[in-house]
Every structure is written in C-alpha cells, then in structure tokens.
C-alpha cells in the first residue's frame, strides 16, 4: 500500500472515545418506529411498505450501537436492506429509509481507518448494485452518492474539530502545569533557598557569634512564615476560592529584595523612570526574575559580597541588570531558575541573558520593548 492509503489503513479511532448510549438515542430511535409506521399506513403506493416499515423498525436498533461499532452497524444495515430488495424486487421508498445516513455518519466520526475503508467499500458496492436494479435512474444513483459524501465530510469535519479541541485542552493543561511550575520555583523556592542559606551562615557563626545566630533563626522564622503564606496563598489559587490573598508582585516589591549585609551578601535595589507606565503582568515578571537572580546569587555564586539590582525604564521599554561581584557561579546542576526566567522574558516579547562577567561574577541581563506589553 502506499504512503497515504496505509496512514489511513492504521489510523486509531476517534478521540477522545464516544459515550456508547445517550437518551438521545433512545428518542431517535423511537422516533424511526413512529414515523415508518406512519409512513406505511399514510403511503398506500408504496410497494412492500409494510414489509420495508418492519425492517425499518427492526434495523432502527443498529443507532444504539453507531458510535462503539460502526463498521458492524452499517454492514447490517446495508445487507439486510439489500437482501430485502431484491427478495422483493424493488427498493425502500420510505422516506424513512435516510436514518441509514446515521450510520454512515457515525462510520466517519468515530471508526477506525481500517473500518473507514472497508465501510466505503460497501457503500460503492451498494451504490454499483443500485445501479442494476429496475426504477433506478442515473439521476437518483448522483443524488444518492451526493448525499453520501455530504454526510461522510461532515462526519470527518466533526471528528477532526473534536481532535483539535482535544489537542488544545492538553496544550492548555501542559501550559498550566508549566505555570504552576514556575510560580513554585519563584516564590516558594526562594523563600526555602534563602532559608538554606541563613541556616548554612547561622552554623558556622554559632560559637563566634550569638548575635548573628540569633538573626540567622529570625530570618529563617520570617522566610519559613512567608513560604507558609505563599504556599497557602497559591492552594487557595488553586480552588478557585481566594485569588486575593496573593497579590501580584509590583515594581515597588523589589525594595524587599534589598539587604544591607551584616554577614550576608548586600543587595542593592535601584528603579529609574516611571514605573506607573509599566502594566503589572510586565512588573510581575521583572519582579520574579529578579528574585530569581537574586537568589541565585546568593545561593550559587562564591565570594559574592555585593548584588545590584537595577531597573531602567525609558521610552523603548524596560530593562533590568542584575549583578553580583563573585568570582563566578559553582559548578551546580541544571536547573530550571534560568529557563523560567527566559520564558518569562518570551512571553512579553524580550530577552533574557545570563552569563559570568568579563571582570568576575555573574550577570543576569532582561530586554522588554514596549511593543511586547500588549495593550
């Protein structure tokens, strides 16, 4: 077989899987039964109408079964019909006979590729044999296949509308999945970093100094309190039920950032222009990946004494530098600090950068023109 055809020959049934009965298909059903019985008794010209009301009524039960077996539906449908036919010598001209389109729908909408082929076989086969029987008009045997293609390209049409938007929901639940990733390593995992370090600075100090120990464990307690809120903040996010305990971080929560030093890295914080001019999402982000470089600093540069932070906003965006006078970073890990601060900086349309400084430390750069704000 070629390319296509065997594609086509293995391609799985339609997802996501149908339901096999809805009431739906009860009332459809009863339908088909009232109206062939109608038929036949208001359609006193029709040829064998009770006979073709009793196999309408009979073959009306393959509907319950359309969607988990389609190729079987349809093949009973076709040779019970045909059989009928020609034991009688003429074809249904109940107007209830289209009901057949029903599973020739549900052949394209929920079958195999397998099954969508054989299942086409018979159609022509049944179309070819139309053709031989008496009363049967090259302008029927046009409208039949007419209607039969119209009903096959809507039930493809359906079927791959019902693919993508399957598609789209996993995409939409992976881009959450990475959200909530990244709002837990920015927030929660910095507040457990710095809680790391005044642990690690607090046990070599303690028979030194009792002082910075016991600033050591208060910073520790402030971090552990505010890691505890955050986390409650984002459970409540998460059930939908207090969305307000976590505000969005603004350009004015990077002070926070600013430590004097006493035996830890000092952290200097500086914002030029105007930072009212700056859409919270855009601040959000600067926000997060400057305590994102702040914390690596901290917790990966060695020597690091100073860390500068520095926010410039003019007329073509915002920029942001952070800077630390280490003597590098250790050799640690790949880790996802880096690339949630670059994805940040994607999404509003700009650039981050990290690499180690000519003169010593390291360097976290972060481009957005104004054009990636959005309105």
């Known amino acids: 077989m070629t390319s296509p055809v065997r594609a086509l020959w293995d391609a799985p049934r339609a997802a996501p899987a149908p339901p096999r009965h809805v009431w739906r298909d009860a ?33 009306s039960a393959t509907l319950l079964w359309r969607r988990t ?56 086969l049944g179309t070819v044999l139309s053709l031989t029987s008496s009363g049967t008009t090259p302008g029927d045997v046009v409208g039949g296949i007419a209607v039969a293609v119209a009903t096959g390209s809507l039930g493809v049409a359906l079927r791959w509308r019902a693919r ?9 639940r992976l881009a959450e999945r990475v959200q909530l990733a990244r709002d837990l390593h920015d927030t929660v ?47 409540g996010v998460l059930r939908a039920d207090a969305a307000p305990l976590m505000p ?36 959000a982000a600067v926000f997060r990946i400057a305590q994102e470089a702040v914390t690596n600093a901290r917790r990966h540069g ?19 530098a952070v800077d630390d006078d280490g003597r590098g970073a250790a050799s640690t890990p790949p880790g996802f600090g880096i690339r949630g601060m670059q994805e940040r900086a994607d999404l509003l349309g700009g650039r981050c950068e990290a690499a180690p400084r000519p003169d010593g430390g390291w360097r976290v750069t972060v481009s957005l023109p104004r054009t990636g704000w959005g309105a």
Do not use: C, N
Request: negative net charge; charged residues 20%; proline residues 5%.
């Open 69 to 124: 077996h389609p190729l079987a539906m349809l093949t009973i449908a076709l040779v019970v019909g045909t059989a009928v036919g020609f034991a009688a010598g003429a074809d249904p001209q109940l107007f209830t006979t289209a009901y057949f389109l029903v599973l020739l729908y549900a052949l394209f909408r929920w079958a195999s590729g397998r099954e969508l082929i054989v299942g086409g076989a018979l159609v022509v």
């Open 164 to 172: 993508v938007r399957a598609r789209d929901l996993e995409q939409a």
């Open 189 to 235: 995992a910095h507040h457990v970093s710095a809680i790391a370090i005044q642990a690690q600075a607090g046990s070599l100090v303690v028979a030194k100094d009792p002082a910075a120990t016991a600033e050591a464990l208060r910073t520790i307690e402030a971090e552990a309190t505010q890691t505890l809120r955050e986390m409650r903040a984002m459970v």
């Open 27 to 59: 009332v459809l059903v009863g339908s088909i039964v009232v109206a062939a019985a109608l038929e036949a008794l208001l359609r006193p010209d029709v040829p064998w109408r009770w006979l073709w009301a009793v196999v309408l009524v009979g073959l």
């Open 302 to 320: 060695r020597g690091v004494g100073r860390i500068d932070v520095d926010v410039r906003i003019d007329a073509d965006g915002l920029r942001l």
């Open 248 to 283: 969005t971080p603004t350009l004015e929560d990077l002070q926070g950032l600013a430590v004097a030093g006493d035996g830890r890295p000092e952290v200097v914080v500086q914002v030029q222009g105007d930072s009212g001019a700056v859409p919270p999402p855009v601040a």
